[in-house]
């Protein structure tokens, strides 16, 4: 069991720690030295400092390095981060929710290996594992602990109703997590079961919760503000302060994965808040999104020409980049568009919007001057 990661990222390399934020960028012919060195020598005296520097808890001197580190080799691919949408299922139906139906499906066991097996040939060091409910997947657990095995930093999007059981609370004690995000959905019993459409719901969620700080997993809340709890928006960050949990607040509604606009209602106007401008990403060039079905896609919006990993193997990623050019171009409702450079959406997302048939001021500039 490792308790460090060297890994190429991107254009560098690093050496990070499961359940750790904090990391260290390693010169190249450090990560070659790590990359050749018998696992039975001792630590090098500049790792063993690195170590202690960056995290004072955490002392290998004189360890022989293949006790604690893991070395993820060199990928002739440029994916550094991947989420994974294990399934589709869920114990709650909030009226906001961006899957629309919410079957539980999705591949058998050894696809799911297979792809994770693949991820990690791409070079993928930042994995998200999402729903969905993942972790009420049946294969959440070994899929789970065989991305940590192969040396991924996890971060698991859950809704906190299952983080009281042991079996989880073991496995995250054993394969340390790099973040567990929760999704918040009110600051009371009222407005949190309405929203999930889900009586017990808050009950769940604050046993989860209760249970994850004792055993003071990474999390992050992700506060999720509709018309059902708008008034609850400060008790809700009040709350997580005083769990001394980090937050961040999410206020605008998007239209379901297949263009539904039935979600949108969800959306409290009040609490709207305007996008940052849109200044492109590198979705599809160094990172992508997999469905549980194992088809992939630059991103959990950009889902148009998908790609199956398991029938194409890794091959299957060279066309990613393309497919995310494409998909980026002002294109279909939003070509000519006067205000494209100032725009708060990616295509995809307007393209979204657009299949939705949704009010342009939910999403365009040209909607909020008509507005006004």
């Known amino acids: 069991m490792h308790t460090l990661i060297a890994a190429p990222f991107l254009e560098q390399h690093v050496l990070v720690r499961p359940g750790s934020r904090g990391g260290v960028l390693l010169p190249e012919d450090r990560y070659e030295e790590l990359r050749t060195v018998n696992p039975a020598a001792p630590t090098p005296a500049w790792l063993v400092a690195a170590v202690r520097e960056q995290w004072d808890d955490l002392d290998v001197t004189g360890r022989p390095v293949g006790d604690f580190l893991l070395v993820r080799q060199p990928s002739d691919w440029a994916y550094g981060k991947a989420s994974y949408e294990l399934n589709l299922g869920c114990n709650y139906d909030c009226k906001h929710c961006y899957l629309g139906v919410k079957v539980q499906s999705g591949m058998a066991w050894t696809d799911k290996r297979r792809c994770l097996d693949i991820m990690a040939e791409a070079g993928v060091l930042f994995l998200q594992v999402t729903g969905g409910e993942p972790t009420m997947d049946r294969d959440f657990m070994r899929a789970y602990r065989h991305a940590w095995e192969l040396g991924m930093m996890i971060t698991v999007s859950t809704n906190g109703s299952m983080l009281w059981r042991e079996n989880l609370l073991r496995l995250f004690r054993e394969c340390p997590s790099y973040r567990v995000t929760v999704s918040m959905y009110g600051a009371t019993k009222r407005s949190y079961d309405e929203l999930t459409r889900r009586e017990g719901a808050w009950d769940q969620f604050v046993q989860g919760m209760n249970a994850a700080r004792h055993a003071k997993l990474p999390?992050?809340?992700?506060?999720?503000?509709?018309?059902?709890?708008?008034?609850?928006?400060?008790?809700?960050?009040?709350?997580?302060?005083?769990?001394?949990?980090?937050?961040?607040?999410?206020?605008?509604?998007?239209?379901?994965?297949?263009?539904?606009?039935?979600?949108?209602?969800?959306?409290?106007?009040?609490?709207?808040?305007?996008?940052?401008?849109?200044?492109?990403?590198?979705?599809?060039h160094t990172f992508f999104h997999m469905d549980p079905y194992g088809l992939v896609s630059i991103c959990k919006i950009g889902r148009d020409d998908q790609i199956s990993l398991p029938h194409e193997g890794i091959e299957g990623l060279a066309r990613l980049g393309e497919i995310a050019d494409r998909l980026m171009l002002r294109t279909g409702g939003c070509s000519g568009c006067s205000i494209a450079g100032s725009c708060r959406v990616c295509r995809p997302l307007a393209k979204h919007y657009q299949e939705a048939k949704a009010p342009l001021a939910a999403y365009c500039q040209h909607g909020e001057k008509k507005a006004g």
Not at 223 to 248: F, H, K, P, R
Not at 265 to 279: M, V
Request: net charge negative.
């Open 219 to 284: 999390l992050r809340m992700s506060i999720v503000v509709t018309e059902d709890n708008g008034a609850e928006e400060q008790a809700m960050v009040d709350l997580c302060e005083s769990w001394g949990v980090e937050y961040e607040v999410f206020t605008n509604m998007t239209p379901t994965i297949y263009g539904g606009g039935e979600v949108l209602t969800a959306q409290s106007k009040e609490h709207l808040r305007l996008r940052k401008t849109f200044t492109g990403c590198n979705a599809g």
